[in-house]
T-cell receptor
Framework: KNQVEQSPQSLIILEGKNCTLQCNYTVSPFSNLRWYKQDTGRGPVSLTIMTFSENTKSNGRYTATLDADTKQSSLHITASQLSDSASYICVVRAGGATNKLIFGTGTLLAVQP | DGGITQSPKYLFRKEGQNVTLSCEQNLNHDAMYWYRQDPGQGLRLIYYSQIVNDFQKGDIAEGYSVSREKKESFPLTVTSAQKNPTAFYLC??????????????FGPGTRLTVT
């Protein structure tokens, strides 16, 4: 069964600290993996998208990694800001005939001053 | 939120009434999608459309209907047949439907509450 699991479910950190969010997937065949940021009550906004051959991609203070062998991805946030408080969603696109997006349930991050 | 607008932001309806959620995009994208988001669950696909006058059921289409008469518009009707309609509804679009690295752009969402 195609699944995307994220951990932790929620996380509280102090402003200025770093954090890492995890994503494990069992999607096959794999096409690409995306990380989205969703502010409360808003639509998701794309942070990064990685294909099979990419193992690191950065977007400002956000760095995503992908290990296609172990089917794991992580999103590292550096020097967190209050505006980073949001839900972070890992999404895997299944390739081939399936060709659909499989969404994780998200990690809710709260950055406190 | 890109060039996708959803209206209204909040919608309240009584049980048994049909309600239509609006989604408009000015990105000239061919493909459009409707998702439902519930607490503790990942987004679930309701319907999608690859091109005008064509649409396909997603994973949870029962109790919903859509139309795609114009490229820029993809309204979703939540019918009285939908057993648990209260949710956050998200519309999205992408240049093409194909499973490449095409980005999906999401609208701001509509929170529907049915009592």
């Amino acid at each position: 069964k195609n699944q995307v699991e994220q951990s932790p479910q929620s996380l509280i950190i102090l402003e200025g600290k770093n954090c890492t969010l995890q994503c494990n997937y069992t999607v096959s065949p794999f096409s690409n993996l995306r990380w989205y940021k969703q502010d409360t009550g808003r639509g998701p906004v794309s942070l990064t998208i990685m294909t099979f051959s990419e193992n690191t991609k950065s977007n400002g203070r956000y760095t995503a990694t992908l290990d296609a062998d172990t089917k794991q991805s992580s999103l590292h946030i550096t020097a967190s800001q209050l505006s980073d408080s949001a839900s972070y969603i890992c999404v895997v696109r299944a390739g081939g005939a399936t060709n659909k997006l499989i969404f994780g349930t998200g990690t809710l991050l709260a950055v406190q001053p | 939120d890109g060039g996708i607008t959803q209206s209204p932001k909040y919608l309240f309806r009584k049980e048994g009434q049909n309600v239509t959620l609006s989604c408009e995009q000015n990105l000239n994208h061919d493909a459009m999608y409707w998702y439902r988001q519930d607490p503790g669950q990942g987004l679930r696909l309701i319907y999608y459309s690859q091109i005008v006058n064509d649409f396909q059921k997603g994973d949870i289409a029962e109790g919903y209907s859509v139309s795609r008469e114009k490229k820029e518009s993809f309204p979703l009707t939540v019918t009285s047949a939908q057993k648990n309609p209260t949710a956050f509804y998200l519309c999205a679009s992408s240049p093409r439907l194909a499973g490449t690295a095409y980005e999906q752009y999401f609208g701001p969402g509509t929170r529907l509450t049915v009592t």
